[in-house]
């Protein structure tokens, strides 16, 4: 006898599918060829799949199987194995009879490395190199500034001496105003929102700000002297000028991601502009063609200058009154980590990047660039929040999380309902539930959240990293804020619903609040997409891989990153190789987008089309590469449909800038080409971007 398991990708509105603890989600397919009847195999009646953990510690009985393809349901375990054999009851807990077949999950080909590695490990050497840790790594600028520090470890992950040993990046540290004294500086606002109609003129200026961060004074960036920019709200179809005063030490770009705005205002350096010059000034006009969540940075060294906090919000307002179900209020949400060696900002490179494998991952959680985000509703209130991944590396996996709040001790937790409701440039197909909400960087998600019970509640990011010595799985999580929910007044809550009762909570009664538990077809965004339909399944027109490259990384990186190889996961949710990442910069790591049709690879890449194109494109993100990751990928000037992932089509679309490509998976997007110029696509990850992995096309009008 003999079987395959296929781990399916199930539906989810995100780039990959997840539980709020962050566990990947898989449909089971189990096609089993060969099985006699069970009685021939002894006293047995059944045959019968079950789940289990390696150490057997989660045992759960799928129900009986037979020959043929048979979905298993979902499966939610970190490692885990899919068991068949023959019972004589079907009734058993675990298994009791014969065993016939067994499937490992791919992640448990992970393992802590053998001895000969750590030996190797603990001398920090490379046959020949004379013994001297990290002498391979050769590429030292000569010119030492202040000294790198150590970057920081996460608790409880074990390191080899030899990665400790690591010499620093090939680039000098840089942070901004070394030379200011932080009290000459005004001290950062948190944002104004600009109310703009069309034809408004707006001034940003790029300029160092002094920011307050656990009460200790930081030199960082910020637009008009706000952290995040202005959030400039304008409505659907509306242009504006927007003059751009540079006043930081760095020439820089303002880019409008999202927008299908005019070619010679994209903000590219080098494509669609000059640089702007320190000091200098330029013009954009901006035009907001699109209802959607959108947000501004730099083009130019994005990993420090957007990292810095050079980045603000744009909210289009639909011009269809209803777009979006009903909401009590709305709240923007920019979501980021910043990377902090102790009391300080770690240092970025000032030739190059650091941390070209993995990106730069943060230690300190920062929302709307405040480390203790708070947020206050009333109980049955519906909250449109507009959530914006900004950082440069990290996808997260939000959840709230609020212990009841009427004081009944060792109540469960409440997990407020979410509805999906939007995302990068429109609204979905239709609402729906979801447990959390997954964005990688440069992705946007519009969602409703109802709380219904008064308390106090934790915006959570929940994920399952990877101590890769070990081998193993550990829960990561983080708290990004904290949402107060205040019992409704009498008066309010009285019409809601069920009539109140001794205990019941004290809910809003609005009618947002009543339409909430419907979801909705949006008809508007529906009816649009559906005139696509047609497109879908025509051939695959373009292809593009994405994978990577390494010269002179030192050696005991290579051996262990090659010993990582044996698993990755398709997404890599923290930082977990602090030192290795730290220490590889772009000149060690060239990250790739390739053409297979033409072998061409990143900036060599210019694809040509017509306004009026539309355009199947499949994104393979290889998995044998030396080190596979996601990549959110963005396309510039145009919008995109996410056809089918793995081969699996999308049941619920909506119109996007970014895709979030899981390592090891194939996705396929419909390209809607409407804006002529020259445009670059990219991977959102701000390392993978310097590091090589961009390419242009040119739309001809
Ligand atoms: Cu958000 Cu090319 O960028
Ligand atoms: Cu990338």
Redo the contacts with the bound molecule.
Sequence with gaps: MSGHLELRTPHTPFGVAVNAAGHHLYEGILTLDGLPEPAALGDYHHIVAWLASPIFDTIVALGPVANGTQSLGEIGLNKFMIIITAEERLDAPEWEGRLLLRASSPSSRMSPPDMQEFMLGAMGTEPGDAGIPGAAHAHMPTTAAAPWPHPPMLPGLTMFPALMALDPPAATPFLPGAATDPATLPLARPRDILRLGDGDVVDLEAGLVRRRIHSRDHIMYGFNGQYPGPLLHVPEAATITVNFTNSIPWPTTI?W??LRLDNASDG?PGVTQDPVEPGETFRYTVHFKDPGVY?Y?P?HR?DILKDLGLYGNMLVEPREPDYYAPADREEFLMLDDFLMAGDAPMPFGTERSTHAFMGRFGNLFLVNGEPDYELEVTAGEVVRLYLTNVSNTRTFNLSFEGAAGRGDAGAAPQHPRIKVVGTDVGAFEREEWVESIVLSP?ERYIVHVRFDEPGEYRLLNRIQGIDHLGGTFFPETDTMGVVRVAAARPADAETFGAPASAGAPAMAATPASLAFDTLRTNLPAAREIALYRDQFDLPIDRELTFTLETTGIPYIVQRLMRFDSAYFHPVEWSGTMPMMNWNSSSQEVRWIVRDPATGAENMDIEWEFEVGDIVRIRLHNERRSFHAMQHPF?I?GQRFLVLARNGVPNENLAWKD?VLLPAGTTTDILLEITNPGRW???C?ISEH?EAGM?MLFTVNP
């Design positions: 880019h991601h999202g590219v947000w940075h083009h994005e440069a963005h510039h970014t670059m696509a990219h959102h971007l961009r």
